[in-house]
């Protein structure tokens, strides 16, 4: 945290309060209190959360979130692409889950990758009469089929857990049978307040039927490390896996973007856990630091400035080899990323925007915007908890409002008053803000764009946030404000 707060003009702790009691006036007397807490003035220096999260999303108001089953198919599992994962319950999550965060794979699909739809297809008869023979036969047929994936996972749906199917049992009998790895994840929708506990679950998971029954190959080094917590959207796990290992780093594992099962199951054996998404998977990182004794750090690589500090950061952890190779990286980015900043700033100098996503990107991308001359006027997330509020407070402006899993009320009540030149946020609210004469980025899966992580990341980031605010067509709509 910097030792002068950041502050923007025309915003104060007054202003901000004002425009959050104005969006409340709205509920009645139950909603406007239930909500009250979940939206607050950024305090910079706050030692604790200025907003409270992680609670039930009030019945009737519209919510952003996603289900335990969405966090622990789209995000954990879903990634790792030498498995086959199987959507256990109706076609509609199944369908909905696959592809939809666009985690990029490399191998040869059907071979050593299977991106692909699994869903046992729950019918009325299986709500009935269960379905634990429909898995039994689907695990079978598709290690027929894929005989080639090292193992497979059965994340439930919400109308098994409602009708009792046991996939534990289902899973052990099969694995045995089969005599591939098949593991159960009790991840029904209707779980928790949110997708963070599918998280949580598949975490749990991987703990207790992967990790360490594996061993690499390679002999082992004093920079083995594991990149935890990246998913691979739009390739950001490559982008920044080559920068680590131009550090000298030796990237062991990762999850689970474009992860493998062996390589996970053999991460207890690395000597540094790097965590990306620090929501997701900050739970195995503290067993793994537990159990192994192995020691973790949450890094950020958006915008140079950000990937400086991160740098030197990893590179604190090891021998003067690797700080060494910290700086020769980083003196030889450094003048690349400032071409791209003088060739975009200028454009982008002063602009306002406005964040709401899931996850690591309403903290870790401020630096990003920051680097190009934006200014956060606004953040907040879908399923966070307090300590990802107290990791975002120093990072934002003082005053500048910060909203927990806010409703698309609130959330268009505040853009009304901040008035702000770009929103980055999700699907969900991309079509609402564009018809609105609002530019707009989905900064779930980079718009279809991406990598925006590492340094290889920050040009493309820098494209596209300039062809969203800068582009004629906004010409052509007529904003509300």
């Known amino acids: 945290m910097s030792e002068t707060p950041k502050k923007i003009e025309g915003i104060t702790k007054e202003s901000t309060q004002a425009m959050i009691d104005t969006a409340l006036a709205a509920y009645p007397e139950k909603g406007r209190k239930k909500r009250a807490p979940h939206l607050a003035p950024n305090d910079p220096e706050g030692s604790s959360s200025c907003v409270k999260s992680n609670r039930k999303t009030v019945p009737g108001v519209m919510s952003a979130r996603g289900c335990a089953y969405a966090g622990a198919k789209g995000v954990v599992w879903g990634p790792i692409r030498d498995m086959v994962h199987v959507s256990h319950g109706p076609v509609g999550c199944g369908w909905y889950s696959w592809g939809t965060r666009r985690n990029l794979m490399s191998g040869t699909n ?73 593991i159960p994840c009790n991840c029904e929708g209707f779980r928790g307040v949110s997708q963070s506990l599918g998280h949580h679950i598949s975490n749990d998971t991987i703990r207790d039927h992967i990790i360490g029954t594996r061993e690499f190959a390679e002999p082992a080094s004093p920079y083995d490390i594991s990149l935890i917590g990246d998913y691979n959207i739009g390739g950001d796990v490559w982008s920044a896996k080559s920068l680590l290992e131009e550090i000298g780093l030796n990237v062991k594992s990762v999850w689970t973007g474009d992860g493998e099962l062996e390589k996970i199951a053999a991460t207890h054996t690395v000597k540094l856990n790097l965590i990306h998404c620090y929501r997701s998977m900050n739970y195995m990182c503290k067993v793994m630091e537990e159990k192994y004794g192995i020691p973790w750090l949450e890094f950020n690589f958006f915008g140079p400035t950000k990937i400086k500090e991160s740098l030197r950061a990893i590179g604190a952890r090891f021998d003067q080899t690797i700080q060494d190779k910290v700086e020769v990286a980083i003196a030889k980015y450094e003048p690349i990323m400032q071409a791209i900043i003088d060739e975009y700033k200028p454009r982008l100098e002063g602009k306002k925007v406005m964040l709401l996503v899931g996850g690591l990107r309403p903290r870790h991308t401020i630096g990003a915007y920051e680097d190009l001359g934006m200014e956060c006027v606004g953040s907040g997330y879908e399923f966070a908890h307090n300590d990802d509020y107290e990791r975002t407070m120093p990072e934002m402006p003082e005053a500048t409002v910060i909203y927990d899993d806010p409703s698309e009320f609130e959330f268009e009540q505040f853009v009304h008053k901040l008035k702000p030149d770009l929103i980055g946020s999700g699907i969900k609210e991309k079509y609402v803000f564009q018809k609105m004469g609002i530019p707009f980025r989905q900064m779930h899966s980079w718009d279809y764009s991406g990598p925006y992580h590492g340094y290889q990341g920050f040009e493309v980031f820098a494209r596209d946030i300039d062809m969203a605010l800068n582009s004629p067509t906004w010409k052509l709509v007529k904003s509300p404000f």
Do not use: W
């Not at 692909?116 to 009935?128: L, R």
């Not at 027929?144 to 046991?166: H, M, Q």
């Open 110 to 182: 059907g071979v050593d990758q299977f991106g692909m739809q699994f869903t046992s297809d729950f019918q009325e008869k299986d709500i009935v009469y269960g379905g634990d023979k429909k898995l039994r036969t689907l695990l079978e047929e598709a290690h027929e089929l894929f005989p080639l994936a090292k193992g497979i996972s059965v994340l439930s749906e919400c109308p098994v857990g409602l009708i009792g199917d046991d996939i534990n049992s289902v899973a052990k009998v099969a694995s045995k049978e089969l005599d591939i790895p098949i």
